[in-house]
């Protein structure tokens, strides 16, 4: 049974930081591009950012560029989305996602394989 656990969610104050991590539990999942998408009450959920599978290429939402480091140790079957100068607009329900490929991308909520059950991050002002 594939299961993708996120933890490291909380609140923050603007100008904060939090390390969110995606423990994965197949290991074949080392070969599958993660990701982490977000959605705040009454809003779609977001690409926020992805990583492919050896961890060399990442890309991020432009809301997030700059701020938001994505990474990944297969070794831990771990990926993880360091998140700094956090803002209120970054409160939202982050969730962990794998895609079917090894390569990561610009992702559309269609395209994601599987999901996590979702963190929390709420960040005041």
């Known amino acids: 049974q594939v299961q993708l656990v996120e933890s490291g969610g909380g609140l923050v104050q603007a100008g904060g930081s939090l390390n969110l991590s995606c423990a994965y539990s197949?290991?074949?999942?080392?070969?599958?591009?993660m990701g982490w998408f977000r959605q705040a009450p009454g809003k779609e959920r977001e690409f926020v950012a992805a990583?492919?599978?050896?961890?060399?290429?990442?890309y991020y939402a432009d809301s997030v560029k700059g701020r938001f480091t994505i990474s990944r140790d297969n070794g831990k079957k771990t990926v993880y989305l360091q998140m700094n100068s956090l803002k209120p607009e970054d409160t939202a329900l982050y969730y962990c996602?794998?895609?079917?490929?090894?390569?990561?991308?610009?992702?559309?909520?269609?395209?994601?394989?599987?999901w996590g059950q979702g963190t929390q991050v709420t960040v005041s002002s």
């Open positions: 996602a794998a895609d079917k490929s090894t390569a990561a991308g610009y992702w559309t909520v269609e395209e994601i394989d599987y």
């Open positions: 197949i290991r074949t999942f080392t070969l599958r591009a």
């Open positions: 990583v492919n599978w050896n961890g060399r290429n990442t």
